[in-house]
Nanobody, 122 residues
Framework: QVQLVESGGGLVQPGGSLRLSCTVS????????IAWFRQAPGKEREGLSC????????LYADSVAGRSAISRDNARNTSYLEMNNLRYADTGVYYC???????????????WGQGTQVTVSA
């Protein structure tokens, strides 16, 4: 039973940065791609990016191009999402997901974390 737990969300000023963590239990992170999604208030769930098993980074959302990166620490079973130059539109609930193969479609993701709130405000 794979479980994902996100952490690191909170209040961030515009132009600031943050790092979200995704800790995996019940399975080995090295066997899963990690895709991060977010959902802004009143908007659809949006796939941001994915990290393949070979650590190739796949960008899904043009809105975060050049401002986001995913990394993994297999020894700690933890993946990280880094965001910088944050904007008001980045506000939302951020989710970590896992599946054998990268996909931007939410229904292709096998496991989901509970989400962590990110609020960009001055």
């Amino acid at each position: 039973q794979v479980q994902l737990v996100e952490s690191g969300g909170g209040l961030v000023q515009p132009g600031g940065s943050l790092r979200l963590s995704c800790t995996v239990s019940g399975g080995a992170l090295e066997h899963y791609t990690i895709a991060w999604f977010r959902q802004a208030p009143g908007k659809e769930r949006e796939g941001l990016s994915c990290l393949r098993l070979d650590d190739v980074y796949i960008l899904y959302a043009d809105s975060v191009a050049g401002r986001s990166a995913i990394s993994r620490d297999n020894a700690r079973n933890t993946s990280y999402l880094e965001m910088n130059n944050l904007r008001y539109a980045d506000t939302g609930v951020y989710y970590c997901t896992a599946a054998p193969i990268c996909s931007r479609r939410w229904y292709d993701r096998d496991f989901w974390g509970q989400g962590t709130q990110v609020t960009v405000s001055a």
